[in-house]
């Protein structure tokens, strides 16, 4: 998805205005989210050559063992600094809608450059900087964030499942736009008390990857931190296990930077020129502040082990006001103990172990207690856990294993839905054959605004944030998806097609039949000849599909700025949505428990469906629907926000207007959009499209 720069802009502008300027005030605020004018994805992929990873692994392995005078390594040891950047790039992601995640490298751009969370990892980025100037194109900076991490666990001695290359960077942080702070955030998702905010936001905080490591609202409440930590962990798929191992992985390595109470200085965007300088004595090493608090969590920091679980469980932990003025932990000192102490960030002396609220949190619940024990107590365990956690963390925003590149991909992970492997393109059975056997059917039955409504169904889940979704699979024969309402009448379009799967059997998959099915309705209704890609397989279950429920169903409820954030999901222009949608809205009836259909002549393909909804005077029909006064003529609610929404508003009139401009539009947009979850076919596109 792509908000323009323009509404990046105002939104920044209209703020401070906005008290003050009643012509501002009276802006509704759909207005500030806007769609992208072109669509990038026609080629998935720049570069076309990776570098050799490698390679960029050894360089990052002399890297993690240097220190530059200007952000000195703490343990003569980048390593954690750089899982921390890795961590906080990928653990942006969310599943509600699919966005953030470090494919994209958006971190290098607002909003995300400035969280809070994410302070002084300028630095981290600005060393690995000489790394990507050395390879250019062929190592996006999402790939080496990411890469800088997992070489940096796997060099302290942790565990790695290994690593799939082949993230896109984009050119601005417009993605991250939702995930806030931002204008497009408090449309989209606003959040009443920054510190408890819920979905489809990530976090409790915005600004923070997950919760506020001090506790809830910054008490120090251990007790009322784990719920929190299990809500946020959830909202990104992960379950207890896997939250417990990332915590207790990622703390084994590194420390907390809080000197003084003076702070980390001004983000980068609110001091370009000197980003969180640092305000406690020289601002760098011993002196660093980052978050405030102090002090590593194990007495090895640049070593795997489960050393942070035997501590937690092996001592009695307190709060107390550290250096750098928050609530932290230290082991409570009674007459026996002594505090484990580790070396000093400048390997100048000793500093003793810490802990964070939301880490003493994870001994205040008892499922998250249990694993705590599992894990000091078996370390093997916890490796599996943590490198199976830490491939999902990282790589689960980029979607099925057909995109992930390079010669360190593990075997394909639950998370990514697995297909069956895509045939060769010359065991395929003959499309054109198929394609005269849905013919043969269309002629004999009246079902092709079913057989278009079904592909549009299955097709129009995917998402190009996280590239969940699509017809590939035909996910849409199994629950969750065929129970959605909006799938009702599926089964009908399933079982007319049942014959056609008859005849060509085990060489023709169900999601082929199903586009193939929609592509033939559109095109004999009057559209034009569509290119069609074969090779798609059928999945065994629904699985993924659990996050794609359409938010637009056409109900009343329908909303304009979740249409419009629909839209940008799906990564559609304005054009291609109105022109698919007016596809859908020009053959058949409105189906379901509604009335009528949108055009007088529900069998043809042609820009009445348009012409209707520009020019005729619709009212509410009844609770659920709308009608044309003094026609025979209805519609939904999604119908009238295409005649609300400025920007579909002026695609709906040029194709009222110019018929043979919305076909071309629709072909183009059809042939696109079905094949943007084919992956598996990339570079193969001429053996597999005909
Ligand atoms: C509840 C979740 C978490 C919270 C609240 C949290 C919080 C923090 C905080 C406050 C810091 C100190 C930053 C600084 O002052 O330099 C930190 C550092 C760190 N975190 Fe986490 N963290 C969480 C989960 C994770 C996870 C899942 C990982 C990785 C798998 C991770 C890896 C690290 C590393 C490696 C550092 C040390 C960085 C350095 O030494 O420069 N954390 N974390
Ligand atoms: C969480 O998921 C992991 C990976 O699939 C699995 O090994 C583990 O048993 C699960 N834990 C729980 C509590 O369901
Ligand atoms: C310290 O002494 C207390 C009270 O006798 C005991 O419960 C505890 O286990 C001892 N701790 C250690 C680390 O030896």
């Not at 002549?601 to 709308?626: C, P, R, S």
Request: charged share 25%; proline share 6%.
């Amino acid at each position: 998805m792509k908000f323009g720069l323009s509404a990046l802009v105002l939104a920044t502008l209209a703020i401070p205005a906005l008290s003050s300027c009643p012509y501002l005030e009276s802006l509704t605020p759909e207005r500030q989210l806007s769609l992208k004018q072109d669509n990038p994805h026609t080629s998935h992929k720049v570069p076309a050559e990776l570098a050799d990873l490698h390679s960029v692994k050894s360089d990052i392995v002399s890297l993690l063992h240097s220190s530059d005078p200007k952000w000195p390594s703490d343990y003569g040891n980048y390593g954690p600094f750089f899982v921390r950047l890795a961590w906080h790039c990928s653990g942006s992601y969310r599943t509600s809608d699919g966005r953030g995640g470090c494919d994209g490298g958006r971190q290098r751009f607002d909003p995300e450059r400035s969280w809070d969370d994410n302070t002084n990892l300028d630095k981290a980025r600005a060393l690995l900087a000489p790394i990507k100037e050395k390879y250019g194109l062929t190592l996006s900076w999402g790939d080496l964030f990411v890469l800088a991490g997992t070489t940096a666990i796997e060099d302290m001695g942790g565990p790695i499942l290994g690593f799939c290359a082949g993230r896109q960077d984009d050119d601005d942080g417009s993605a991250s736009l939702p995930l806030g702070p931002t204008a497009e955030q408090e449309i989209l998702a606003p959040c009443e008390t920054n510190g408890e905010c819920e979905e489809p936001l990530g976090t409790t905080t915005v600004g923070l990857i997950y919760v506020n490591p001090e506790g809830p609202m910054g008490e120090p409440d251990a007790d009322r931190s784990a719920p929190q930590v299990r809500d946020t962990f959830g909202r990104m798929a992960m379950n207890d296990t896997e939250t417990v191992a990332l915590i207790g992985g990622g703390h084994a390595f590194g420390k907390t930077h809080g000197a003084c109470p003076s702070g980390p200085g001004l983000p980068p965007n609110q001091d370009e020129e000197n980003p969180w300088s640092g305000e406690c004595g020289t601002g760098v090493g011993v002196d660093a502040f980052t978050s405030g608090f102090e002090g590593p969590w194990t007495t090895q920091p640049t070593q795997f082990d489960n050393e942070y679980f035997k501590s937690l469980l092996g001592f009695k932990w307190d709060s107390w006001i550290g250096p750098g003025g928050h609530n932290q932990w230290q082991v409570r000192k009674e007459q026996n103990v002594t505090a484990p102490t580790g070396p000093a960030a400048d390997g100048d002396g000793t500093q003793e172990i810490m802990m964070l609220t939301s880490d003493v949190s994870l001994t205040r619940d008892p499922e998250y207690l249990k694993l705590v024990k599992e894990f000091a107590g078996d370390l093997e365990e916890f490796e599996n856990q943590f490198k199976h956690a830490w491939y999902k963390l990282t790589s689960r925003d980029m979607g099925p294993i057909t995109r992930c590149e390079g010669d360190m991909v593990p075997e394909v992970q639950e998370f990514q839905y697995p297909l069956p492997e895509t045939p060769s393109a010359k065991d395929l059975v003959d499309f054109e054959e198929v394609r005269g056997s849905v013919e043969k059917l269309l002629s004999e039955n009246d079902v092709g605004a079913e057989l278009s409504k079904l592909a549009w169904s299955c097709g129009s889940t995917f998402r190009e944030t996280d590239y969940l979704g699509g017809c590939n699979g035909a996910r849409i024969r199994f629950s969750p998806g065929k129970d959605w309402k909006v799938n009702e009448g599926a089964d009908i379009a399933l079982s007319a097609l049942q014959s056609v799967k008859d005849e060509f059997r085990e060489k023709l998959s169900w999601s082929d039949l199903i586009v193939l099915g929609g592509t033939v309705a559109l095109e004999k209704a009057g559209g034009k000849k569509m290119k069609f890609c074969g090779g798609r397989t059928d999945a065994a279950d629904g699985s993924g599909w659990d996050y794609l429920e359409p938010k637009i169903d056409g109900s009343i409820k329908d909303d304009s700025k979740v249409l419009i954030d629909a839209i940008a999901k799906m990564g559609l222009t304005a054009g291609e949505y109105v022109a698919l949608l007016g596809a859908q809205h020009s053959l058949g009836n409105l189906g379901g428990e509604y009335e009528g259909a949108w055009t007088s002549n529900t069998k043809v393909l042609d820009n009445e469906y348009f012409l209707n909804v520009m020019n005729l005077d619709y009212g509410l029909y009844n609770e659920a629907q709308y009608k044309a006064e003094g026609e025979d003529i209805y519609a939904l609610k999604t119908d009238m926000l295409v005649k609300q929404i400025p920007e579909l508003a002026a695609k709906a009139f040029d194709f009222a207007a110019d018929e043979s401009l919305f076909l071309d539009v629709l072909a183009n947009a059809w042939e696109n959009f079905f094949n943007a979850d084919r992956f598996d076919i990339e570079g193969r596109e001429a053996e597999y499209c005909k």
